[in-house]
């Protein structure tokens, strides 16, 4: 079997825009997106001034994280190893477009699917080279089988050298640079001017290097065209609501199985995990760019996707809460044990599982690590928590659970502050990309929100009031208000995380 | 190991079967016809495909035509776009007629029948009370070899009006004054150096082609070495980039020549054999013999000056780079190709000397007509003859070639304004094509004043597919076919051979395949758009009814007597006629040579022709009688020179008048240049050292292109998605000194206005120089009608003195359309129009419009907005007379208003060239 893949010689390249012209016409691309074009670079001072052109196609990694992570196997790999999309399968969750280091995926407005190139396999089945190879006039591309030792490009891989976009990824890119230079190749090394030489700048990643004006030789974005960073508000709302369901229902479960048998955890555990994951739900179908193919996920499921795991994860989680609910409202005390001990593992997973969901967009390095995942457990306690003590104002449960509920403030807040603290001020960034958005979160554009929502209103205040309210007896008023000002202090935190995360320019 | 092929085999364009990309990965096959044609979207005529749907006759894409010699399958941007062009929400589809003022925007929807009728009737009048000269017609960008020009020639006219002298007259003039053939042809692909004094990397005539072959030629070891202010993207690929102060380029070039010469380094036998030499030192140094060892030290003291510490003094670019490049063209021997044609010799008063400064070099290096050097276009250019030639018009229209220009090449377009305002003449009717001179040309509210003045040009007639500046203030807007929705046939010179490209309507072509009767190719087009060629046999028809007048029979059928001809008809006789070799190729797989043309959309007609033609032995016959010129060798047989004795031998020689390139110019000399009959370092009208940099003067150059946009035409979303503004460029320490930052808005003041325009602040551009491209800035008067995602919408004030202000009322804007993308413009502001508030400034030998200006820079003021343009049309005016002032009218030495060996695209009776009261004595 074949396996195809590119070697671009960048000594040939003149950046004409043909290839991203002849694409935009083979595969009938709107205005705003792309799947191949050339980015430009200048460096240096006048007048050793250099420009550089990079053209930007899909790699069809080896290891390919848009496949992975893409919950309805609608990302697939062909035969000779290009990583091809059934767009009738596409529900249109982003989640491939977080995956992709090279910004390559991105929505086709047309039909609200994600778009990436592939290496034009409709051309490719019609013995016809992709249709940027086709179109170069200085014939800089060169296109074929990388396991066949007489064609052009293997020769080429294999005698020159050559480098691949982001091999830090470990994704196997498949298209080879030659004479590529590194303030072209590394997104995050050149700053990114607010306009360009021949126009506007479409969309400029919050978190990319601004230009110090003060260093006139140092690399600088001339033109490129990044797509649309995949998530919003959505997802914030989601992690809050999720949060909020599953740290309520696995508190409750806690609780009852301790023995709280009051309203509390009879009724208002379930009822409030029922309510948030009914709000999950909605947030996640309406973030959908294809709402009305949601039930794919669970219909088309693919395994390796922590988004269809966590879709299966959720439904168990929203059945056992409203299942609870029924039996709360009913009186089956018994069936609620048994579904507390259930609620545990399920409810830690359906928290948890969205940690690694998010570093499966191994895009973004602000999202790889474990920390992330523990402070998910972290915020879905806080949250879960600070749900369950306003609802406490109207069950008046037992002290005990009072404590008990006020300690899970507590402890979790401090483990979300050191985690935010640790993270993001004391230790080194790996990587440039996390360092340019551990730098947008301590000093850039979420810093405000960072300082003030995140660390003073998520951490600080819930503990400072946290103290007060266990000073002044447990008082449920100041522990409640401790519990909210929690609540939106980790609201502002799950916001800088999404933005944040995807802040740094991928192309 | 399966095998790619970069396009569909021709053998499968009958019937070629594809997989609809859309719907991918379903396997949803289409049908379709591949038909060719040729890319209408630059001069470079570089060969398309256009995949025909069988079933909707829609074009799903373009590619290049594999079978193309000069483009060889590829396309630039520009090409693959066409269908973003057929399908523009904004194309005009009717023909239409003004109701109201001209320019006031309202219009009425007419039949073809009534245009017809109404401009036949007016021409035909015209001609009948001999007012001739009255009608003119104005093309920019041709996109067609000889066809009009016949039209004109058929209607007795000199009526041929063109863009040239804004685009290439400097370089055209050089060229033609060293070796009679006004273009190179330099074949970059076998070079071992390259020296561009252009961009065609990016720009030009004929990047596509062209940048192939330089890429290729480097790829292959050649040194590439660029000369531009401004790091073009052809800067950017240079082995060698030398950013010379503006205007300064011919020290660098002439150091260059020096040092070749000192160093023993040039191709000293060609030079003694082909250069007039002898001419020189008899009129110049009649101190020394004639002998070439005599010229050798001439020139060396000619050029003394010219060390490179004094070009870098002047240029600004360090010694060792000029030393360097003259080392790496001294290794490339007679493999050396240069392609000056825009750039500095389209930027400076004197531009014309910096062209004949590089092309010395060639000269120098004896790399004309050789492997890897620079052959004459003539010798790669292959025009047909069109069937049945009319006579040349009998009349000499001195609005096209005034007295004060007989050196200019060509016609004096961008100055009509000026001179209908001073009474010149006037037009009655005035045909623009593929031509926008409102918005190309410079001072173009003086344009918009004179095309408002009926009393001036009676009758505006736009041959035009989409709105444009000057279709607003026409009396007909006609649409007319694009690329793939018209006939026309083009050659260029892109490389060392010769081949002739044939545009054709595919979709007419493909219903014809489906067995429909086609008779005209507004059947095919969509709306009522028309094809020129057939609109201008129509029209002729009109004219000459009866054939009365004698222009009819130029327009009937070589093969039905007295009908109409048809289309099939011109081009199937052209092709079965005129060019050589077609005709057996085409019956070598049983097709007529139209039935050929249809097919391939291309001939090859050389292989490689390096022909050297100046080396051909002249026949004995030819020989016979000739009479050698005893100083310069010229054969001269009945008063003309018809080749030259070299060493012994009698030659063709070069298409000059003493037969050999002219490093002195006697035609120079005695019309009135003396001084600049040899190459010359003469500094332009914006010469750096005069520019008082303490009053934030600065030299504008305002004359580059963007690989991605199609002149001013027919801009379209996918190009103007990547390139839609034009920031002004400013190096980062001119920027610093004004406290101006990337992205602000900043007053650029010519002479006669000022515009504001947005900062770009580089490393990339020469400090002293700021930069604008030509291409953006289009703007539209009325909300619908325009290119409403390319253009702005302005409001233009005047005030009774002849000041004019525009202001934007928007930018580009998103609006809904058939095509949803038309929704989603996400670009607002498309550049500002510069060339608004540029004076006219011909230069006064080549007539060619020195482009750069000297202006000043200041932050823009509070008051100021993006694209305000102001401009004082009096001062304009008054800057004209001032430029016209610096030249030395005709008549020649011979009474002459033109060289007679010079070149004329429409060329009238040798009487015409004669002022009638011309006395010799006088």
Redesign the interface.
């Known amino acids: 079997m074949?396996n195809y893949g590119f070697a671009i010689d960048l000594?040939?390249c003149?950046?004409?825009?043909?290839c991203?012209?002849?694409c935009?016409?083979?595969?009938?691309i709107?205005?705003?997106v792309n799947r191949c074009w050339v980015k430009t670079v200048?460096k240096?001072?006048?007048?050793e001034?250099?420009?550089?052109?990079l053209p930007m196609l899909c790699n069809q990694c080896e290891e390919a994280p848009c496949m992975k992570i893409c919950p309805t196997s609608a990302l697939f790999r062909r035969h000779d190893g290009i990583v091809?999309?059934?767009g009738?399968s596409c529900i249109g969750c982003k989640a491939c477009m977080v995956a992709c280091p090279f910004d390559q995926i991105f929505i086709d407005?047309?039909t609200k699917t994600a778009e990436k190139c592939?290496f034009?396999?409709?051309?490719?089945?019609?013995?016809?080279?992709p249709?940027c190879?086709?179109?170069?006039?200085?014939?800089?591309r060169i296109?074929?089988?990388l396991d066949?030792p007489?064609?052009r490009v293997a020769q080429i891989v294999a005698r020159e050298s050559f480098t691949v976009r982001k091999p830090e990824k470990g994704t196997g890119p498949k298209v080879f640079y030659l004479g590529a230079d590194n303030a072209a190749m590394q997104p995050e090394v050149a700053a990114r001017?607010?306009?360009f030489?021949?126009?506007?700048v479409?969309l400029r990643p919050l978190g990319a290097v601004e230009?110090d004006?003060s260093r006139?030789?140092d690399p600088r974005v001339d033109?490129d065209m990044p797509h649309k960073k995949p998530w919003g508000m959505d997802l914030v709302l989601y992690l809050l609501f999720k949060g909020i369901s599953t740290g309520a229902l696995f508190l409750g479960a806690v609780l009852w199985l301790i023995g709280d048998r009051s309203a509390l955890t009879a009724i208002a555990a379930p009822l409030i995990s029922t309510l948030f994951s009914v709000a999950t739900a909605v947030v996640l179908i309406k973030d959908l760019e294809r709402p009305e193919r949601f039930y794919y996920i669970l219909t088309r499921p693919n395994w390796t996707s922590w988004m269809a795991r966590g879709a299966f994860l959720l439904t168990a989680h929203g059945a056992l809460g409203g299942a609870w609910l029924l039996a709360g409202v009913l009186g089956w005390h018994g069936l609620i044990t048994a579904m507390a001990i259930l609620t545990l593992p399920i409810a830690l997973g359906t928290t948890a599982y969205t940690g690694f969901l998010f570093a499966q967009g191994l895009a973004r390095d602000l999202w790889q690590g474990t920390h992330g995942t523990i402070d998910l457990i972290a915020q879905s306690a806080i949250e879960g928590a600070a749900l369950l003590l306003i609802a406490a104002l109207y069950t008046s449960p037992s002290t005990t659970t009072v404590h008990l509920l006020a300690w899970t403030v507590c402890i979790a807040t401090t483990v979300h502050f050191l985690i935010l603290v640790s993270e993001h001020l004391f230790t080194p960034s790996a990587t440039l990309h996390h360092e340019l958005a551990v730098r947008a979160i301590v000093h850039g554009a979420f810093s405000r929100m960072f300082w003030i929502g995140a660390l003073g209103l998520g951490c600080v205040a819930p503990l400072v009031l946290f103290g007060v309210g266990v000073a002044g007896g447990f008082s449920l008023v100041t522990l409640t208000s401790a519990a909210i000002v929690a609540l939106v202090g980790g609201l502002a935190w799950e916001y800088i995380w999404v933005e944040a995360g995807q802040s740094v320019p991928l192309s | 190991?399966?095998?790619?092929?970069?396009?569909?085999d021709p053998s499968t364009w009958e019937h070629f079967?594809?997989?609809?990309?859309?719907s991918?990965?379903?396997?949803d096959r289409r049908n379709y016809w591949i038909i060719p044609s040729i890319c209408f979207n630059c001069e470079s005529a570089c060969g398309i495909i256009a995949y025909v749907n069988k079933e909707t006759l829609e074009i799903r894409?373009?590619?290049?035509n594999p079978v193309h010699p000069g483009s060889r399958?590829?396309?630039?941007?520009k090409?693959?776009?066409t269908?973003n062009q057929l399908e523009d929400p904004d194309r005009i589809l009717y023909p239409m007629r003004r109701r109201g003022a001209r320019g006031s925007g309202e219009w009425d929807r007419v039949t073809w029948g009534v245009v017809l009728d109404e401009i036949g009737t007016r021409i035909r009048t015209a001609i009948l009370e001999g007012r001739k000269k009255e009608i003119m017609y104005h093309v920019g960008r041709p996109g067609e070899d000889g066809y009009v020009n016949r039209v004109l020639q058929a209607w007795g006219m000199d009526a041929h009006n063109s863009h040239t002298n804004v685009c290439s007259s400097s370089a055209r003039l050089a060229h033609f004054l060293w070796t009679g053939a006004d273009r190179p042809s330099p074949d970059h692909a076998n070079a071992r150096c390259i020296l561009l004094l252009s961009s065609h990397?990016?720009s030009g005539h004929y990047f596509?082609p062209h940048?192939?072959r330089i890429?290729?030629g480097q790829?292959r070891g050649a040194k590439l070495i660029v000369m531009d202010p401004r790091?073009s993207?052809?800067?950017?690929?240079a082995d060698l980039?030398m950013?010379a102060n503006p205007g300064t380029e011919a020290a660098i070039l002439l150091a260059i020549a020096k040092w070749l010469i000192d160093h023993k380094k040039y191709n000293r036998a060609f030079v003694r054999r082909w250069v007039n030499w002898q001419t020189y030192l008899t009129e110049c140094r009649q101190d020394l013999p004639v002998t070439f060892d005599a010229f050798e030290q001439a020139i060396k003291e000619e050029y003394a000056q010219f060390t490179p510490e004094f070009a870098e003094a002047e240029s600004g670019?360090a010694a060792h780079k000029i030393i360097e490049a003259a080392e790496a063209i001294a290794a490339a021997g007679t493999a050396f190709s240069t392609h000056s044609w825009r750039a500095a010799a389209a930027g400076h008063l004197w531009g014309w000397q910096i062209t004949r400064s590089i092309y010395f070099i060639v000269v120098l290096m004896g790399a004309i007509g050789e492997p890897g050097g620079v052959n004459m276009h003539v010798d790669n250019k292959f025009v047909p003859k069109h069937y049945n030639a009319p006579p040349p018009p009998e009349y000499w229209n001195e609005l096209l070639f005034p007295k004060e220009f007989p050196l200019a090449f060509h016609e004096m377009s961008f100055l009509l304004p000026h001179f209908l305002k001073e009474g010149r003449g006037k037009l009655d009717t005035y045909f623009t094509r593929v031509y926008n001179p409102l918005w190309t040309n410079p001072d173009g509210f003086t344009w918009m004043e004179v095309l408002q003045d009926e009393t001036k040009i009676g009758c505006h007639v736009a041959l035009t597919p989409f709105w444009s500046e000057t279709a607003w203030f026409a009396d007909y807007v006609l649409p007319m076919g694009l690329g793939t929705e018209r006939h026309d046939t083009m050659s260029q010179e892109t490389h060392a051979g010769r081949w002739l490209g044939f545009r054709q309507p595919v979709k007419r072509v493909a219903m014809a395949k489906r067995g429909e009767k086609v008779t005209a190719t507004h059947e095919a087009n969509p709306g009522e758009v028309w094809e020129e060629s057939e609109f201008w046999i129509a029209l002729s028809w009109r004219i000459d009814p009866d054939g009365s007048l004698g222009i009819r029979k130029f327009f009937e059928s070589p093969y039905r007597p007295g009908q109409m001809i048809t289309m099939d008809e011109y081009y199937g006789w052209m092709f079965e006629n005129s060019v050589p070799g077609l005709p057996e190729a085409a019956k070598a797989e049983s097709l007529t040579p139209l039935e050929y043309m249809r097919k391939y959309g291309v001939f090859k007609v050389d292989d490689v022709s390096y022909s050297k033609a100046y080396e051909k032995r002249l026949s004995p016959e030819v020989f016979a009688g000739a009479e050698a010129n005893p100083i310069t060798g010229a054969l001269e047989k009945n008063g003309a020179a018809i080749g030259l004795m070299v060493d012994g031998l009698p030659c063709s020689g070069f298409n000059t008048p003493s037969r050999r390139l002219e490093f002195f110019s006697p035609t120079l000399a005695k019309w009135g240049w003396p001084e600049h009959a040899i190459p010359q370092y003469a500094p332009g009208h914006v010469y750096w050292r005069t520019l008082d940099r303490q009053q934030n003067e600065f030299d504008l150059l305002p004359n580059f292109r963007?690989?991605?946009l199609i002149h001013t035409r027919s801009p379209v979303?996918?190009?103007y998605?990547?390139?839609?503004?034009?920031?002004l460029?400013m190096?980062?320490p001119d920027a610093?000194k004004l406290d101006i930052?990337?992205?602000d808005l900043v007053k650029v003041k010519t002479r006669i206005g000022y515009f504001i325009t947005?900062a770009?602040?580089?490393?990339?551009?020469?400090?002293g120089v700021v930069a604008m491209?030509h291409h953006l800035g289009r703007w539209r008067l009325h909300e619908d009608m325009g290119q409403r995602s390319a253009s702005a919408l302005v409001r233009i004030a005047r005030s009774g003195d002849g000041k004019y202000e525009m202001k934007q009322v928007h930018g580009a804007q998103p609006f809904d359309s058939d095509d949803?993308?038309s929704a989603?413009?996400?670009?607002?502001?498309v550049g500002v129009h510069q060339n608004l508030t540029f004076p006219v400034q011909p230069d006064p030998v080549s007539g060619m419009h020195c482009w750069h200006q000297k202006v000043t820079v200041e932050k823009a003021g509070p008051d100021d907005s993006y694209g305000d343009v102001m401009v004082d049309t009096a001062e304009s005016h008054r800057a004209y007379l001032e430029w016209m002032a610096l030249t030395r009218p005709a008549p020649g030495p011979d009474g002459t208003r033109r060289p007679s060996w010079f070149d004329r695209p429409l060329r009238p009776i040798a009487a015409a060239y004669r002022f009638s009261d011309w006395n010799p004595k006088s």
């Not at chain 2, 993207?233 to 690929?237: G, P, V």
Request: glycine letters at 6%.
């Open positions: 074949p000594k040939m003149i950046g004409c825009h043909a991203t012209i002849a935009k016409s083979e595969h009938d709107p205005i705003g200048e240096g001072s006048f007048p001034t250099q420009r550089l052109f091809d999309l059934y009738d407005p047309n592939n034009c396999a409709n051309r490719i089945e019609n013995q016809l080279e249709a190879v086709s179109v170069c006039p200085t014939e800089c296109f074929g089988d066949d007489n064609s001017p607010f306009m030489r021949e126009g506007q479409h230009p004006p006139p030789g033109y | 190991m399966t095998e790619f092929r970069k396009h569909p079967v594809d997989y609809e990309s859309t991918w990965p379903k396997k894409k373009i590619e290049g399958g590829r396309t630039c941007a090409g693959v776009v269908p990397l990016e596509n940048a192939q890429i290729e790829s790091l993207n052809t800067s950017a690929k980039w950013p670019v963007l690989p991605t979303k996918w190009l998605e990547i390139s839609h503004s034009n920031p460029w190096a980062t610093e930052e990337l992205g947005r770009w602040v580089t490393e990339g551009l020469r400090p491209s949803p993308d989603r413009v996400w670009w607002s502001e």
